[in-house]
């Protein structure tokens, strides 16, 4: 029997590692350290008894008998994805893999009075969202093709009679053998649209409205209507948004689902500019608001054209490569007027360098006046000079100032000069492509990197002097010039 619903699940208290646990087929597992934990379980190392191993390519994922989510996760394996099913579909489909991590056995335990139903899953390494949160958004090559290794996952379930409910970034995992390989985990909130043939009927109820993580679930979810296919292609096509954008028209929203269900409609409805507009400045949102026009055209109960929709996200049909995730310089981040604005480290460090350039030209200003205002009896003078060299100093730090906020505005603004390393975008993408996302989509690279330097391998410096230099240097020669002629009437009437 299914675990009531309405009941409020708890986090188990954990169980002792080195416990042995006893699956439904016999086998034995022993459980290592804990990893982890949800809203509702708990996840432990694992090692099968009959073959010690040091490092554990197992989890057990534990959870109080009553609650529900790992029953449902559980019915899901055990009616559609059985390791034999998987195999059968990635032969039939002629994939190389399919991203959904394989079941090895569950059962029930007792500790201190009280049942729990564990689950024993192959070991996953680190989710895209902490990638997501240390680099900020992914390379357009490499959202594509998550999109693709998805829509596979999602062919394979959807034609299971299910559903997943939950597509997003903390979801999605990278391999822990294979960290080049992709795979959509946790199926607590999956469900059944299509039991034994029957699509579930379109009916709205706002009691259940706004399930789900309300960042990316579907206009449906908002309307409580059953989720179906196209509800997971839509959320799928927001998480693509996302990870390319590095945000989403709603997520200052999020506190007011009704807010976030009317810019999820408002998107739709204006697809694809309202997409294409949202696109950091430099790159292209092209093939995503394509996607996302597609899915919102489905009929409720239509069966999507998955290859259709892979085919959007990789039109040149070209093999998929391994994934690659790589830290961006800079942060797109939307303002009113779309502008890419340069991250706080860089613009800090631009700053200092322009700061210790402006002291380092301040001292020699001070030096060069002090060596050409010394003298046998220029101290006699010193209250007069002392007073000019003070005001001179006064104004050559604010004009200094002022040129060196011009300067940094200049620096930020400016793109790359020619010294610094060109990388040359393939041909995957028409001339749209951000040339900072190389293709990955194969395994060979084509991009070049040219820096140019001397004959002698040092970088030539340009000694052009800017407008602002050229009035500084006239300010200053008349500056010394009066102070000289000072100079010289005080020595002569003395």
């Known amino acids: 029997m299914p675990p009531r619903r309405n009941e409020k699940y708890k986090l188990p208290v954990p169980l002792p590692e080195g416990k042995v646990l006893d699956d439904m087929e016999g086998k034995q597992w022993v459980l290592g350290k804990m990893i982890g934990s949800g809203g509702f379980g708990l996840i432990y190392l694992a090692f099968p008894t009959n073959k010690p191993d040091k490092d554990a390519r197992h989890v057990i994922k534990v959870e109080y008998q009553e609650n529900g989510p790992l029953f449902s996760e559980l019915k899901f394996y055990q009616r559609a994805a059985k390791k034999d099913y998987i195999e059968n579909w990635i032969e039939l489909k002629q994939l190389d893999y399919l991203g959904i991590p394989l079941f090895y056995g569950s059962g029930i335990t007792e500790f201190k009075g009280r049942s729990y139903r564990f689950m024993v899953m192959e070991r996953l390494g680190i989710d895209l969202q902490k990638i997501s949160d240390q680099n ?8 594509l093709q998550l999109g693709i290794r998805m829509l596979d996952v999602l062919e394979y379930i959807h034609e299971n009679e299910y559903v997943h409910g939950d597509i997003k970034a903390a979801n999605l995992l990278l391999g822990y053998r294979h960290p080049d390989r992709v795979y959509l985990a946790d199926y607590g909130l999956c469900y059944r649209y299509c039991p034994n043939g029957n699509h579930k009927q379109y009916q709205e109820n706002p009691r259940k409205g706004h399930n789900g993580t309300i960042e990316f679930t579907s206009v449906d979810a908002h309307k409580g209507v059953a989720l179906s296919r196209r509800s997971d292609l839509e959320t ?24 976030v269900q009317a810019a999820k409609t408002n998107l739709l409805d204006e697809l694809p500019e309202s997409v294409l507009k949202w696109a950091p ?14 899915a919102h055209n489905l009929a409720y109960d239509e069966k999507p054209n998955y290859q259709m929709f892979k085919k ?6 070209i093999p998929l490569g391994p994934l690659e995730f790589s830290t961006r310089e800079t942060v797109n981040v939307h303002t009113s007027n779309n ?32 060596f050409c205002c010394t003298g046998r009896k220029v101290q006699k003078e010193e209250p007069l000079t002392g007073l000019l060299n003070r005001e001179t100093a006064q104004e050559s730090t604010r004009r200094r100032q002022k040129y060196c906020e011009s300067q940094i505005l200049n620096e930020i603004k400016s793109p790359p000069q020619p010294s610094s390393c060109i990388q040359f975008p393939n ?17 060979s690279r084509s991009s070049s990197c040219y820096t140019y330097t001397s004959t002698t391998g040092m970088e030539v410096p340009d000694w052009t002097l800017s407008e602002e230099a050229k009035a500084d240097v006239y300010y200053y020669g008349f500056i010394v010039l009066f102070l000289l002629t000072l100079v010289c009437l005080a020595l002569y009437f003395l």
């Not at 799928?236 to 009704?258: F, H, I, K, Q, V």
């Not at 959007?312 to 049909?317: M, R, T």
């Not at 480290?345 to 380092?360: C, G, H, P, S």
Request: glycine share 8%; aromatic share 8%.
């Open 136 to 143: 900020g958004t992914f390379k357009k090559s490499t959202v």
């Open 281 to 294: 400045s430099g790159s292209s949102c092209r093939e995503i608001a394509q996607y996302l026009v597609c």
């Open 312 to 317: 959007i996200l990789n039109p040149g049909g």
């Open 339 to 370: 502008q890419k604005v340069v991250s706080g480290k860089a613009a800090t460090k631009q700053v200092n360098q322009m700061q210790n350039r402006l002291i380092e030209k301040n001292i020699h200003g001070e030096r060069s006046a002090e």
């Open 236 to 259: 799928l096509g927001y998480c693509l948004l996302r990870w390319l954008c590095g945000s989403l028209p709603w997520e200052r929203s999020l506190c007011d689902p009704a807010a």
């Open 427 to 443: 041909t995957f993408y028409e001339p749209y492509q951000d040339s900072t996302s190389p293709n990955i989509f194969s395994n």
